[in-house]
């Protein structure tokens, strides 16, 4: 990428080290993924993910404005609306068709809930309010 910047050598041991743990989480867990993959079964494992898919496409064009990803700009429910960091990186979401009955709404919403305010939904069935990311 043009924006992209050469690190030097101490900058990348400094990465490394800072980054360490979450590269023995993650290499723990992709092993003990591949393990349960295999114990699974290999067709097995591509028979539900192949219905899997089929299922969310299903829900997506049921509950999506569009079926799939768009602009923020574009989703005026800010509830659905992703956070948008600074710098020139698009966060895409989703918008829901209008007309949906409300328990059906209510279903499609939670598919459609970016991160950071269906963690706030988290936290407030567990902890109560008061804690709201920006």
Same mark, same amino acid.
């Given at each position: ?7 030097? @050598?101490?900058? &990348? &041991? ?27 079964? =290999? ?15 299903? %829900? ?5 404005? #569009? #079926? #799939?990803?768009?602009? &923020?700009? &574009? ?20 918008a829901?068709?209008?007309? %949906? =009955? @409300? ?5 499609? =919403?939670?598919? =459609?809930?970016?991160e ?11 902890f109560?309010? #008061?804690?709201?990311?920006?």
């Amino acid at each position: 990428r043009p924006s992209a910047r050469r690190v030097s @050598p101490s900058q &990348a &041991a400094r990465l490394r080290a800072w980054n360490a743990l979450d590269w023995a989480l993650y290499s723990h867990l992709n092993r003990s993924f591949w393990r349960r993959a295999e114990a699974f079964g =290999a067709s097995r494992l591509r028979e539900e993910v192949s219905r899997l898919r089929l299922r969310r496409d299903a %829900l997506a064009r049921r509950c999506l404005r #569009g #079926g #799939g990803p768009l602009p &923020a700009r &574009a989703i005026s429910d800010l509830r659905l609306r992703p956070f948008q960091p600074p710098g020139r990186a698009q966060i895409l979401g989703y918008a829901l068709r209008p007309g %949906l =009955a @409300p328990a059906e709404r209510e279903r499609c =919403a939670r598919l =459609a809930t970016p991160e950071l305010q269906y963690k706030d939904i988290l936290d407030r069935r567990q902890f109560g309010g #008061g804690n709201v990311s920006v």
